[in-house]
């Protein structure tokens, strides 16, 4: 979470999955008003473009990342003595495949009790780690044997892995979490005394808490832990290492001191992946506090998702050659986003993902995020609207408004436009006949024409608000 959020830095809750079958799914998602079909398959692993702004698919084609996540879709959580109210997976994925979308972050939590800024007691099930005792933790069960792999932790990983892929969602999947270590300097709800590493909950030996603050865990300074560390994301990987739409992504938002530490588990990660033989992208978010990023940009990571400095929350600049960005509101806002974000930043060459609210805890009790529905909407419509533009190719934000892509690569040219004011649209044309619809910002079609001939076209948004213009045309003989 970012520091810019009323909402909780904590999860929501998780089910425990059945298995699919590990057959890759090709069904496609349904579009409708849309010029071109969004296919619903994943077709990975995907692979870094040194010369673009997207990740790429077996097929070398670009693949605009936009889709939805929430704290609790990987490990389950109860709150005071409530009933456990395991995540509907099957639902959430069944949203995304309505709204067109095809990314989510599965969310690790270290910890089995605690979490900043909230007052309430918070446990949390499964942990990687068994435990077995001897002797009890601070909660009063089993101590843990960090030298023991809980099997239903990693069956259900794999379990909602293989689902995101059935529905065709790539999966950013977590390995660590900064909100795992301490209270962030804003009690209440101190993670550390329910983290395994901490002395009193382990039979290893292992003792990362320096009063009550775990931060030590995502640091080099302790070989013992790094050697735990090291075994667990090794059983990851090879869970998961056969599975085609997996990014990794090291930890969320851990401490600014951690720099070194999400280096060396890059390392580690891809050193895994080599002994198997496969490769998948490598991903690291903003440290928390936030810093000013650079950091992240100087990273050996595939792909980054950095915080708000530098524009990224209201209009951000056009996405650098070779940089893969994801644009998360958890590191924007927390909770938050709008339509007119959500636009420049699709048009700009970025990843986009919207960390949900989910109802299921108190402080998201109603609808905490009035616009939610519209921001999602629009997410999916932009990388449904993108979908005949080849994006390796496209040109960004050539255009009056700065917030455009144009393609004039492949057999059919076409242009996508975000008007945030109801502006004419001139055209230049090089190709023809032309069609056009007019969209509203969040993808619902509201008129549109075709021309057949001529060098110059002047467009007017059928609406007052802001709209989305989408163009294609024919390949002339002579461009």
């Known amino acids: 979470m970012d520091e810019t959020s009323d909402a909780p830095a904590d999860p929501t809750v998780a089910p425990s999955a059945s298995t699919p079958d590990s057959t890759p799914s090709s069904a496609s998602s349904a579009t409708t008003g849309a010029p071109g079909e969004v296919d619903g398959a994943t077709n990975g692993p995907l692979r870094v473009d040194p010369d673009g702004r997207y990740l790429v698919d077996r097929d070398g084609r670009a693949v605009f990342l936009a889709g939805i996540h929430t704290w609790g879709n990987l490990v389950d959580f109860r709150v005071e003595d409530e009933p456990d109210r395991p995540f509907d997976i099957d639902a959430a994925l069944a949203e995304m495949r309505e709204l067109d979308l095809n990314f989510t972050r599965l969310w690790a939590w270290e910890q089995f009790m605690g979490v900043p800024r909230v007052e309430y007691d918070v446990r949390f099930s499964p942990s990687p780690f068994l435990r077995t005792g001897p002797g009890t933790a601070l909660d009063g069960g089993p101590a843990f044997d960090l030298d023991q792999f809980d099997d239903a932790y990693f069956d259900r990983l794999r379990g909602r892995v293989e689902a995101s892929r059935d529905a065709g969602v790539y999966v950013a999947v977590m390995l660590f979490n900064g909100f795992s270590l301490d209270d962030q300097g804003q009690p209440p709800g101190n993670p550390c005394p329910g983290h395994p590493f901490h002395r009193e909950n382990n039979v290893n030996g292992i003792a990362v808490d320096r009063d009550d603050n775990c931060e030590a865990a995502h640091t080099l300074g302790d070989a013992d832990v790094l050697a735990v560390q090291e075994r667990y994301v090794r059983q990851v990987v090879e869970t998961l290492a056969d ?126 995020h009035p616009e939610r529905d519209d921001v999602v909407a629009a997410i999916g419509a932009a990388r449904r609207l993108s979908a005949p533009l080849d994006l390796a190719q496209a040109e960004l934000g ?82």
């Open 243 to 368: 599975l085609d739409n997996v990014l990794w992504e090291i930890s969320n938002e851990s401490p600014p001191g951690s720099v070194e530490w999400q280096e060396h588990m890059i390392e580690v990660v891809r050193a895994a992946e080599t002994e198997l033989g496969v490769h998948h992208p490598v991903g690291v978010t903003t440290t928390f506090p936030a810093d000013d990023n650079d950091a992240l940009f100087a990273s050996s990571a595939d792909w980054v998702a950095p915080n708000r400095t530098g524009g990224f929350r209201r209009d951000p600049p056009t996405a650098p050659i070779g940089s893969v960005i994801v644009l998360d509101t958890d590191h924007l806002w927390g909770v938050g986003g709008n339509v007119d974000w959500v636009w420049r930043a699709a048009t700009r060459g970025y990843q986009l993902l919207y960390m949900d609210c989910d109802a299921r805890i108190p402080e998201c009790a109603g609808l905490p």
């Open 398 to 479: 050539d255009c009056s408004t700065g917030s455009c892509l144009v393609d004039h690569s492949g057999e059919r040219p076409a242009a996508l436009v975000y008007l945030p004011e109801p502006d004419e649209v001139s055209l230049s044309l090089v190709a023809a006949p032309v069609t056009w619809t007019w969209y509203t910002a969040t993808g619902t079609p509201i008129d549109g024409g075709r021309a057949d001939d001529g060098s110059e076209l002047t467009l007017a948004p059928p609406s007052s608000v802001a709209a989305v213009l989408s163009v294609t045309a024919e390949r002339a003989e002579t461009p």
